[in-house]
Every structure is written in structure tokens, then in C-alpha cells.
């Protein structure tokens, strides 16, 4: 995984922000992760982190606008990431999680965090469930394949109903 070290050994004690501008690191981690998108504004990120007597105190922002595929029809759809987020990493928590890889490490000179690896899990969180060319996409129609937006198409008009709607027509159900 494209990882990205910053050293938190000489950190103030009222914390120190680091900016995230190279865009060239979201390309590898898509590429990486098989994710077709391309960025449309700039994606930067903020790390606030601050020391605690146990671990790290961060908080974040992401913001930019990213290209990549709609959900429902397989156009482009433009997402638009401003994402905070607040998170706290243990320095126990490196020990502790063998399945699962921290995001800090402790090496001779002292604790480093993978901020490529947190970014990544933030930005993750900051895309929607689906994501929509527009609310209203009317998506493929499952029958001939044709994108609604742009076109009609016999098999998805009003009048014709699938075989289960056909099959349970006229079914009564009793109550007692």
C-alpha cells in the first residue's frame, strides 16, 4: 500500500498541522485499489495532530472534487469530498491489533504516523453510498440496457409489469 511517514517525535505539545497537496498520492492509491476516478479540483488535506500522554489526538479535513462512474447509469458523476474528521491513535493500539494495521508504528527515533493510509480510510468515508450523476438518474433499464436520461425505450414504459407483478395480480390475502 502507498504509505507516506511523518516523524511525531518533536511535536509540540499544543500539536502541529501538516498539509497534504500531492495529488499524485490519490492516483496511486485509486490505481492501487482499482478505483476509476480523476480528480476535477484538487484534492488537499489538513492533520492536526496533537500529543497525548497515551497517543495521538488527530483531526482533518478533506476537500476537492473527484470524477468517476455513476451508480445507476455508467455516465461520469462528479463528487464533491469536504470531509472533517476527528480520530485518535494509541500508541497500545500497534501492539494490540495484529489483524488489522495501525497507522502509527514506533521505530529508534519514535513514533511515525502513515498519514497516506489514514487519508485514504477518511476519503473512503467521505464518499457517498451510491454515487449519482444526479438525484434524479433514472439509471439503465434492466431489459434492453439503454440509459433512461438520454433515451425511452419500449420495455420500460408504464404499462408492462414483471413476471412477479404478473403472477401475484389478483392474489387476495385473508386476515383474520
Not at 498539509?19 to 492536526?48: G, K
Not at 438518474?137 to 420500460?156: D, F, T
Amino acid at each position: 500500500m502507498v504509505e507516506h511517514w511523518i516523524g511525531l517525535t518533536d511535536l509540540p505539545a499544543q500539536g502541529r498541522e501538516f498539509s497534504f497537496d500531492d495529488q499524485d498520492v490519490w492516483r496511486e492509491l485509486w490505481q492501487e485499489f482499482h478505483y476509476d476516478m480523476e480528480i476535477v479540483t484538487p484534492l488537499s488535506a489538513t492533520l492536526s495532530i496533537a500529543p497525548q500522554p497515551d497517543g495521538y489526538l488527530i483531526k482533518g479535513h478533506i476537500e476537492g472534487t473527484v470524477r468517476t462512474v455513476c451508480h445507476r447509469c455508467l455516465e461520469d458523476a462528479e463528487v464533491i469530498i469536504d470531509h472533517d474528521f476527528d480520530t485518535y491513535e494509541a500508541h497500545e493500539d500497534v501492539d494490540l491489533l495484529d489483524d488489522e494495521p495501525s497507522h502509527l508504528r514506533n521505530i529508534d527515533t519514535g513514533w511515525e504516523l502513515d498519514a497516506a493510509g489514514l487519508l485514504w480510510e477518511e476519503f473512503l468515508l467521505a464518499l457517498p453510498e451510491k454515487i449519482l450523476c444526479a438525484d434524479t438518474c433514472l439509471g439503465l433499464c434492466p431489459q434492453c440496457g439503454k440509459n433512461r436520461n438520454l433515451e425511452s425505450c419500449a420495455c420500460s414504459s408504464p404499462d408492462s409489469q414483471s413476471p412477479l407483478a404478473k403472477a401475484l395480480q389478483g392474489l387476495k390475502i385473508k386476515t383474520n
